[in-house]
């Protein structure tokens, strides 16, 4: 689903009604925007764009030898890996 909004003077912008409600955005409430890619994303407050960062050094002792999204990519790609074996047996 996309809306278009105009720009106004000084690069305002209004985020129409329904996306406001849905997400619970207020007047008064702070944004977080990021540059990703060419686009524009606004976080709503309380999000977190990447949560798995947020569990980096919650538990001591447990090395992570990659980041933890190219673990999960890896795990992801593994249980493919095993579906379309037992596929072909």
Known sequence: MGFQVRVLQKGKITIPLEVRE???IK???VLT????GGRIILHPP???PN???LLDGLVEDVPVKEPVEL???KAAAAR???KLVRAEE
């Open 51 to 53: 949560p798995t960062e």
């Open 71 to 73: 673990e999960l990519r």
């Open 33 to 36: 925007l990021e540059m990703r």
């Open 22 to 24: 849905t997400l619970g």
């Open 27 to 29: 007047e008064g409430d």
């Open 80 to 82: 493919v890996e095993r």
């Open 46 to 48: 309380n999000t977190v």
